[in-house]
């Protein structure tokens, strides 16, 4: 059987098996996929594969090989799913049950299934619980602090849920669901280490569940946990480890594993999102505009991951692209987290900041824990100079992921506002740590080493030339830096940075102020080094403006051509004893 098919086959059984137990959102994902990998023509009329047709650009934009159907030798491997299913015992209890739990009605349907000893019966009354419990710690965080409140509430059902579910495994009678859940209850209550051993022991014996996969990334904060795991050698490993490494910003090695996935999942449009969700990172915008254009030809009624290209858009200043989009997905569903974010940037982007703040609180209404809308929250009130405001969303952010850059730059941000850059200092210093190629970070932390309460010029030189080495598109760092170089009094590094930005600027073929500042200095500095040929040139380009700028270059020439042209100095040192 050929690796294509043997996928489809595991995916096809893997979708009934986490609907049966309500893993919906697992089950979403593995379609996905199913429907991601090529068809084979001979098989399949057009019908088949019309979904298919908008991802091209993808395929071209990327070298793909098939994953290998061999496994690695020495590594188990699982293939086909079989599981014990246990209908003939409880499954009229189970289809109650299930139709409850389908209704929201958790504890009813845990209710039902309270004498059930099945496997899958078990998972769902437990899982049942859980959501139950999570409903509850819902209501009383909102009956206690509001609905964007902070909160100690808990899931009063972790404990009972710890204990059930520790007895099974010890017991060994814990299925991959099970095992699941319970990993998902250790993590809840603090206990990573032992969360991530039956995480692995879950994927390990059923990896088609990508919500275990998920739970187990999180718990994988740095490379030195995520090398430590003992995973079996399945396909699914690969979405895995792009994942992690995507989380943990090594994000070409990322790119290289979802390069090797296109070879088998052609089409899968989680694949392309993930791949513009690193490009975004690394500030590729064009290509991420690219791909999400092709994501909604192909599914004009996507939401999720639409909120990422609204960023780009935001960045990129297309107003029109930016009201369509906004307009689009608030016909299509506007209750979602990810709606209204895309909402606010439209807002933000127009300028009605206090219209955009709506919309971010109301996606956090949506999704307390949507750390995209506290962030950007956040940067509408530095916006609107509300600077405690601005210090509470991004501390909240950062509550939530403490690996979110734009929170901790942000926070750098508002600290400065403030005036008070110690502390805007080490927030900056957080946001370079986690993202160390993004030219802005560097240049605010370089800013601030310029206030007048520090005045560090020599750590800020030292970061403006980072900047200038992570493709500064703002051109700020060359200019800044020869400034610097020229206010310390060393002319010949001065010198250099000024001709570096001029270059760049004639690249650019921008014109401004600039320009004529570093026209002047090298036209002077050439002067003083009697580089008289290189001097003319720049004031020649000076004539060409007008204002002070032309007659100080006519003052110059005028100075090197009476050099030139013999005439004794005026210099002490020449005159008759």
Not at 136 to 155: F, H, Q, T, W, Y
Not at 494 to 508: N, V
């Amino acid at each position: 059987m050929s690796s294509k098919e043997s996928c489809r086959n595991e995916l096809r059984t893997a979708i009934r098996q986490l609907s049966d137990r309500c893993l919906y959102s697992a089950a979403k994902w593995a379609a996905e996929q199913l429907v991601g990998i090529e068809q084979d023509p001979a098989k399949f009329t057009p019908s088949h594969t019309r979904f298919q047709r908008g991802s091209s650009s993808i395929r071209r934009r990327f070298r793909t090989n098939e994953i290998a159907s061999t496994p690695i030798a020495g590594v188990s491997y699982v293939s086909t799913p079989v599981l014990e299913e246990d209908e003939a015992i409880d499954g009229d209890f189970y289809l109650l049950a299930k139709s409850y739990f389908d209704c929201r009605e958790y504890r009813r349907a845990a209710h039902v299934l309270r004498d059930q000893s099945g496997k899958k019966a078990v998972f769902l009354r437990c899982y049942a619980l859980y959501l139950a419990g999570e409903k509850r710690k819902e209501e009383e965080m909102i009956e206690l602090e509001g609905p964007l409140g902070k909160s100690d509430a808990v899931n009063r059902e972790l404990v009972y849920l710890e204990r059930e579910l520790s007895t099974l495994r010890k017991n060994g009678t814990a299925d991959p669901f099970g095992l699941y859940l319970y990993g998902l209850v250790l993590k809840e209550k603090g206990s990573e280490n032992l969360a991530r051993t039956v995480l692995v022991e879950s994927v390990n014996s059923y990896p088609w569940n990508w919500n275990a996969w998920t739970e187990l990334q999180s718990l994988c904060t740095t490379i030195d946990v995520l090398n430590s795991l003992n995973l079996s050698n399945h396909w699914m490993k690969y979405f895995f480890l792009a994942n992690a490494y995507q989380e943990l910003r090594m994000h070409n090695d990322s790119l290289a594993k979802y390069e090797y996935l296109l070879g088998t999942f052609s089409f899968s449009s989680y694949i392309q999102a993930q791949i513009a969700k690193a490009q975004y990172s690394l500030r590729e915008f064009e290509q991420v505009e690219v791909i999400f254009e092709d994501l909604l030809r192909n599914d004009p009624y996507r939401v999720e991951d639409m909120d990422m290209y609204s960023n780009v858009l935001y960045a990129k200043e297309c107003f029109s692209t930016l009201s369509y989009l906004a307009h689009r997905v608030f016909s299509t569903d506007k209750y979602r987290p990810e709606s209204c974010c895309i909402i606010g940037n439209y807002y933000s982007l127009k300028g009605q900041h206090e219209k955009s703040v709506v919309y971010f609180r109301r996606a956090l209404k949506l999704n307390k824990n949507y750390l995209s809308a506290w962030t950007l929250m956040g940067h509408e009130f530095v916006e609107m100079k509300n600077t405690p405001a601005a210090v509470d969303a991004y501390r909240r952010a950062v509550d939530i992921s403490p690996c979110d850059y734009r929170a901790w730059y942000g926070l750098g941000q508002a600290y400065e506002m403030m005036a008070m850059p110690y502390y805007a200092l080490h927030y900056f210093r957080k946001s370079v740590f986690l993202q160390p190629n993004d030219s802005r970070l560097w240049i605010a932390m370089a800013q601030c080493y310029e206030t007048d309460q520090l005045q560090m010029l020599e750590e800020a030189i030292k970061c403006y030339k980072r900047a200038a080495n992570c493709n500064d598109t703002e051109a700020i760092a060359l200019h800044q830096l020869a400034k610097l170089s020229k206010e310390l009094k060393r002319s010949e590094e001065a010198a250099f940075y000024y001709k570096k930005d001029l270059e760049r600027m004639e690249a650019e073929a921008r014109e401004g102020p600039n320009m004529v500042e570093a026209l002047l200095f090298l036209a002077t500095y050439y002067k003083s080094q009697k580089r008289f040929e290189e001097a003319e040139i720049y004031c020649t380009r000076l004539l060409d403006y007008t204002g002070p700028e032309k007659e100080t270059a006519k003052s110059l020439l005028r100075g090197m051509r009476k050099v030139q042209s013999g005439f004794p100095s005026m210099d002490i040192e020449h005159l008759p004893p």
